[in-house]
């Protein structure tokens, strides 16, 4: 009969301990998304903030026939800032990351 009530004693405490590591993990979680979520909206509001654009176009000559590995500079005028690219197999160049200018 002592046996059974220790046992049941020693099962009582590890059930109750069992639930307050899982209310100390429950606000651990609560606590992290609430921290987390501020941040991850953040994220997402600044790269929507993006101030550059790219350029994409085609080179061909007169023919229409694509130009492959034609190199394309843009200068922006007020920054002087150029950048470049190689048209591809199909004559189309990307230029990325330009910020607005002339």
Known sequence: ???DTIS???LEMYCLNSTI???QL???IKSSIIL???LLLMTCLVSGQQNSNPV???VKNQKG???QGVTVTIQNKDSA???TSVTDASGTFIVNSLQPGN
Do not use: D
């Open 1 to 3: 009969m002592l046996a």
């Open 8 to 10: 049941k004693e020693v």
């Open 21 to 23: 590591k899982m209310k």
């Open 26 to 28: 429950y606000f651990r």
């Open 36 to 38: 987390l979520l501020p």
């Open 56 to 58: 994409k176009g085609e």
């Open 65 to 67: 026939e694509a130009l």
């Open 81 to 83: 800032v150029i950048a």
